[in-house]
């Protein structure tokens, strides 16, 4: 048990993932290689038998993600890890995980796209894949971690967020954050907050196996305890067999998205620096967000009032606290590796009733601090 | 009223089902669940996942923990159930296009790997649910609606590739013969490994009646007449050429996937132990 001794080690991103897994309970992983995430599976083909779990390497990524489903509906912690090319082939089954209701977690180790563009080098093009991959209308929950210790926290984030809402959570990291390596001191387990599913509230023969709580979700009856129902990726009633009335596929379509969108402020994270007094407010993720907050820093010992909001939600969006970040700080650059996802977002959200600058690359090269001043600069000359 | 290996075994309250008339699935589910009522399978312990298609609907009508997934992926998913509880009885049920189509690199690796569970196909030559268009079982100069000039390709044997992938189970049954079908499908259900069991099955609304062969009747009658039990044709050589054999066809021993990995944890754990 290496890592679970609270002293300083050196780890990488994608060993932080899986640890941070393990930490959650997760016990099977089913994968297929594929640069740059490929650390994550070695890491788990390793760790996983010696507490006890299962690492399978699949014949390719759908095969992955389907057996990653069927062992979360068996009772276990499932989860799998791949990068953009891979990440297209799973959007099948992480449809069906949002239907069928189950938990599992997607680690999404970013690069560049589209098809097999750049296997190594960074990227944050997969966002909006991540959002709406799959067909037709349904939540989506998307954390992206920008260092090695919140590779870990967010992988447990993830396990906590998908068992309580029985939905797919994708772990959105990018070839930087994944392969690189910190020295970092990984929490005590009792120090680690943890969520499991809600089992059922009776016996078999008291409960529907798909009518909702409280909160919009179902608790879950593991295969194998005895509940014999039916789980499919039709359109279902609170039975669980496929149903063709037009107010419960409404109905239900409605609940899928609301279970997550109305717990949005629940599952936003993100980091504020400097925002007290910022005029300007730099927002990025993932590893632009190093770069920014380099730039930020360098900025502040210039005299300018810039701060950084470092997003680690990006899905369900978090509008909320767009909204009051650009009340107070109505100049945004937002600095991410694709063409401008999040920037439009935040145009969307606003109702481009801000100055949004962006600062974008998509060459394979990371974003320098440099870029992010330049875009800084540029703005604050905007009066 | 329905019989008491049926009130057990199938979720009556979902009846009618699907099918069009004459179509084999019924038969088949029929015969699956007098094998398991045979072999004896904890009802609460068994799952049965199936994929996308006119067969991959028995799921619904079974009542068991029962999973209709997506198409081709119904291996790829008991992988994932087998292994998180290997305990359970994980059987699962595909058609011809969902499992030698889509589903063909699952199936052959599910097979190499030898995974102890028991895959049932039912091949009725054709994909029924989005209107008889061809699939890998469609002899060649069959008509469907996608080969109205007959189709180009020929079919694959499912059994050999089974068996060549690496099942260690490997029968066919047909519904004309149901006492044999029971058995062979008892025989699989009971063998630990990976066993497959192609079900010949009659579609007489497309492939019927798009190759003239008849209604339900006259397609089973043809049945009867293209197939032989394995045993008969040992017996009688000459007579078997040219049939498709019924029956257990293959059996091996060799670890189940389950067990070899098992082993893995144990050299895990212990070489975990000697970093303490």
């Known amino acids: 048990m290496t890592y679970e001794r609270p002293k300083p080690i050196l780890l990488q991103g994608n060993e932080a993932i899986a640890e941070g897994a393990l930490a959650a309970g997760m016990r099977f992983f089913g994968g297929y290689p ?9 890491t788990l083909a390793r760790r996983l038998p010696q507490v006890g779990g299962t690492f399978i390497q699949m014949e390719d990524e759908i095969a992955s993600i389907s057996a990653v489903i069927g062992a979360s509906i068996a009772g276990t912690k499932a989860m799998t890890a791949t990068s953009g090319p891979g990440f297209s082939l799973m959007q099948e089954g992480i449809g069906f995980a949002v239907m069928a209701e189950t938990p599992c977690v997607i680690a999404n180790v970013q690069r560049m796209g589209p098809s097999s563009g750049f296997a190594t080098a960074p990227a944050q093009g ?7 991959g799959t067909h037709g209308p349904h939540p989506m929950i998307a954390l992206s971690p920008s260092s090695v210790r919140e590779c870990f926290d967010v992988t447990v984030k993830a396990f906590n967020l998908s068992e309580k809402y029985r939905t797919p959570v994708v772990i959105l990291a990018d070839a930087v954050v994944g392969h690189l390596r910190e020295v970092v001191t990984l929490p005590r387990p009792e120090e680690i907050e943890i969520i499991n599913r809600q089992p059922p509230s009776g016996p078999p023969g008291t409960i529907r196996p798909f009518e909702p709580g409280p909160d919009g979700v179902p608790a879950i ?16 009633d609170e039975t669980g067999f496929p149903s063709t009335n037009s107010e419960k596929i409404q109905a239900t379509t409605e609940r899928l998205v609301r279970k997550v969108e109305d717990h949005r402020e629940e599952m936003t994270f993100v980091e504020y620096l400097y925002m007290d007094d910022a005029e300007v407010a730099v927002v990025s993720y993932g590893c632009s967000a190093r770069s920014s907050r380099a730039a930020v820093k360098a900025a502040r010992a210039r005299g300018l009032k810039v701060g950084l909001v470092r997003l680690i939600t990006i899905w369900p969006f978090p509008e909320h606290v767009v909204r009051q970040v650009a009340e107070r700080a109505p100049r945004l650059v937002v600095v991410e590796m694709n063409l401008g996802d999040v920037a439009n977002e935040i145009r969307r959200v606003t109702r481009n009733s801000v100055v949004v600058r962006q600062v974008n690359r998509h060459d394979g090269m990371l974003i320098t601090p440099g870029q992010v001043l330049d875009g800084i600069e540029g703005v604050m000359s905007h009066a | 009223m329905p019989s008491a290996v ?14 069009c008339p004459g179509c084999g699935i019924g038969q088949i589910v029929n015969g699956t669940i007098r094998a398991i009522d045979k072999v004896g399978l904890d009802q609460d312990r068994t799952v049965i996942v199936s994929g996308i298609g006119c067969s991959s609907r028995a799921t619904g009508y079974m009542n068991f923990d029962t999973i209709h997934t997506t198409h081709g992926r119904a291996l790829a998913f008991a992988t994932g159930i087998k ?15 969902d499992c030698a189509a889509i589903g063909g690199n699952h199936f052959i690796h599910a097979a190499r790997r030898n995974i102890d569970v028991t895959a049932l196909v039912v ?8 209107g008889g268009q061809y699939s890998p079982t469609t002899p060649v100069e069959a008509m469907a609606t996608t080969a109205p000039y007959g189709d180009a390709e020929p079919g694959f044997d499912l059994c050999g590739v089974a068996q060549a992938a690496g099942a260690t189970f490997v029968g066919r049954v047909a519904p004309v013969r149901m006492p044999e079908l029971i058995n062979t499908i008892a025989k699989a259900l009971q063998h630990v490994g990976f066993s497959f069991v192609e079900a010949v099955s009659q ?17 089973l009658n043809r049945q009867k007449e293209i197939t032989m039990p394995v045993r008969t044709a040992q017996q009688k050589p000459e007579e078997a050429v ?22 893995i944890r144990l050299k895990a754990s212990w070489k975990a132990g000697e970093h303490v």
Not at chain 1, 34 to 42: K, L, N, Q
């Open chain 1, 34 to 42: 594929i640069s740059p995430s490929s650390e994550v599976a070695e």
């Open chain 1, 126 to 132: 997969d966002l909006m894949q991540a959002r709406y």
């Open chain 1, 221 to 236: 009856p593991d295969f194998g305890t005895g509940y014999r129902y039916h789980i499919t990726g039709l359109f279902h």
């Open chain 2, 6 to 19: 049926v009130s057990k075994y199938l979720r009556v309250n979902r009846l009618p089902h699907i099918w």
């Open chain 2, 83 to 97: 292994l998180a509880k290997p305990e359970l009885n994980v059987i699962v049920i595909m058609g011809d296009g």
């Open chain 2, 123 to 130: 091949n009725n030559q054709i994909y029924g649910m989005t």
């Open chain 2, 203 to 219: 579609c007489p609304v497309y492939f019927g009646r798009m190759n003239r062969q008849g209604g339900p009747v006259q397609m």
């Open chain 2, 242 to 263: 040219g049939k498709l054999l019924t029956g257990v066809l293959y059996e091996s021993e060799r670890p189940a996937y389950e067990k070899l990995y098992s082993q």
